[in-house]
Structure formats: structure tokens, C-alpha cells
């Protein structure tokens, strides 16, 4: 029944992930609720072990249909992966219990705004070119990267949000580009952990399977009904990510 509980939550978590972020919001609680007496480094590590295939198979698919800004995106790649480095280093020097209060006061903005900006990321007209645009990228990729290594839920919204906001892109094309940065910082974390021994090889191998399948159906999804699906799912995650962290940081 716990690989059965497990499965189901990875293959959904790889569809709503593959769509906008957020996946981490299904699978990692129901790792702790399904192991309680697990370390966390052990839940978390073995989340991220299963949730990079489906963000790699998202990510493959999006770059054979939808046109990305390479020359902005590789350097945003690579500042993606030293800031989530850096983001774990430092949590292991102080507490992430400020951001921790902080994160659904944020997140609330974000939602806030998007409502407001009923046109917001429904037009793919990106605002800037060349270095100015890669420069954006990589520090985005190098913020959203540390905050990823330093405390985690809604990387990917976050990513999202500005790709749409600062550089102008629709959110089907925010979230393809989003997907590589996630994949970046994921990959960091899981050197971390795996070098740390906190990674079950053998769940995460199955949980990935499950993941890469939602993955699949989601980015059909995402693909098949555009910017317009992507900016709605987009809202509810965002939703559900307020009541998630405010009720760990403010109820538990």
C-alpha cells in the first residue's frame, strides 16, 4: 500500500510539474506522511531523485515544440546550478525559519498580481535581447537557484513568475524555460544528497517511472491548449502553495 500511495502521488506530482511547477507540493508530503519515521534529507533527496526525470522529459518535449531563447537560457542554466550550491551551503550555516514565514505572504503577492494582469503571460513578446536578456536570465536562474538550495517549495512558480513578468515570455513558453533551470537545481541537490547518502535508489527509481508518465501527459496538455492552460494551472498552484506553506509556518 506505501509504494502504491507513493507511485500514485509521483505520477501526479510529474503532471502538474510538467504543466507549471510545483510537483514537489504532492510528492515530498506524502513521502513524509507515508514514512514518518524517515529522516527528511532522506524524503527530500529521494523526491528529487524521481522528480528530475519527469522535469528532464518535460524539458525534452518542450525544446522540440516550442522555440526557447537558448542564448539567454545556457547562461541561466549554469547560474541556476551554482546558486542552488550556494543556497544549500548556506542553510547548513543558518535557519530558513524568516523565509519560512515569509514564503506565503509572498507567494500571495504573486497571485494577487497575476489576477490583476488578466493579459499577463498570455502573449509570448519577450522584452529584451542579447546580453541584456541573458544577464536577466542568469539572475534569475541565480536567485530562484539559491532560494531552491536553501529552502525549496514553489521553485518552479517562481521561476514561471519571471520569466512571464520580467522577460516578457508567455507562460508556456516561461514554463518550457523554467523546466531547464529546475532541472539544474535539482541536479545539484541531488549530488548533495546522494554524496550525503540520503537518497532510496530503489524508490526513487520507480517513483521515477511514475513521474516521467505524468510528465508525458501533462506537457501534451500544456502543449495541445498553450499559454492561456498553462496561466491557469499556474493560478491554482500557486493557491494551493499559500495554503500549504502558510499552514506549516503560521497553523503547525
Known amino acids: 500500500m506505501e509504494w502504491i500511495i507513493v507511485t500514485a502521488a509521483s505520477a501526479l506530482a510529474g503532471f502538474v510539474d510538467a504543466i507549471v511547477g510545483g510537483g514537489g507540493l504532492v510528492l515530498l508530503p506524502a513521502l513524509f506522511a507515508t514514512f514518518p519515521a524517515a529522516a527528511p534529507a532522506t524524503l527530500s533527496g529521494t523526491n528529487k531523485g524521481a522528480a528530475i526525470w519527469g522535469t528532464a522529459w518535460a524539458a525534452s518535449q518542450y525544446a522540440r515544440r516550442v522555440s526557447?531563447?537558448?542564448?539567454?537560457?545556457?547562461?541561466?542554466?549554469?547560474?541556476?546550478?551554482?546558486?542552488?550550491?550556494?543556497?544549500?551551503?548556506?542553510?547548513?550555516?543558518?535557519?530558513?525559519?524568516?523565509?519560512?514565514?515569509?514564503?506565503?505572504?509572498?507567494?500571495?503577492?504573486?497571485?494577487?498580481?497575476?489576477?490583476?494582469?488578466?493579459?499577463?503571460?498570455?502573449?509570448?513578446?519577450?522584452?529584451?535581447?542579447?546580453?541584456?536578456?541573458?544577464?536577466?536570465?542568469?539572475?534569475?536562474?541565480?536567485?530562484?537557484?539559491?532560494?531552491?538550495?536553501?529552502?525549496?517549495?514553489?521553485?518552479?512558480?517562481?521561476?514561471?513568475?519571471?520569466?512571464?513578468?520580467?522577460?516578457?515570455?508567455?507562460?508556456?513558453?516561461?514554463?518550457?524555460?523554467?523546466?531547464?533551470?529546475?532541472?539544474?537545481?535539482?541536479?545539484?541537490?541531488?549530488?548533495?544528497?546522494a554524496w550525503k547518502g540520503h537518497i532510496w535508489w530503489h524508490m526513487a527509481a520507480v517513483l521515477a517511472v511514475a513521474n516521467v508518465a505524468g510528465s508525458l501527459l501533462g506537457t501534451r496538455l500544456a502543449l495541445k491548449h498553450g499559454a492561456g492552460f498553462v496561466r491557469g494551472v499556474f493560478i491554482v498552484v500557486v493557491g494551493a502553495l499559500i495554503c500549504k506553506t502558510g499552514y506549516d509556518a503560521f497553523l503547525r
Not at 72 to 89: D, I, K, N, R, T
Not at 146 to 151: A, I, R, V
Open 68 to 193: 526557447l531563447r537558448w542564448g539567454a537560457l545556457a547562461p541561466a542554466v549554469a547560474a541556476a546550478l551554482v546558486g542552488s550550491f550556494a543556497g544549500a551551503w548556506v542553510l547548513t550555516l543558518i535557519s530558513a525559519e524568516g523565509l519560512r514565514k515569509a514564503l506565503p505572504l509572498i507567494l500571495l503577492a504573486i497571485l494577487i498580481y497575476t489576477l490583476a494582469k488578466k493579459d499577463l503571460g498570455r502573449e509570448h513578446a519577450p522584452r529584451f535581447e542579447g546580453r541584456q536578456e541573458a544577464w536577466l536570465a542568469t539572475g534569475v536562474g541565480l536567485t530562484i537557484g539559491f532560494y531552491d538550495g536553501f529552502f525549496g517549495p514553489g521553485t518552479g512558480s517562481f521561476f514561471v513568475f519571471l520569466f512571464v513578468r520580467l522577460l516578457g515570455y508567455d507562460f508556456l513558453h516561461a514554463s518550457a524555460s523554467a523546466k531547464l533551470l529546475n532541472m539544474s537545481t535539482n541536479a545539484a541537490a541531488i549530488g548533495l544528497f
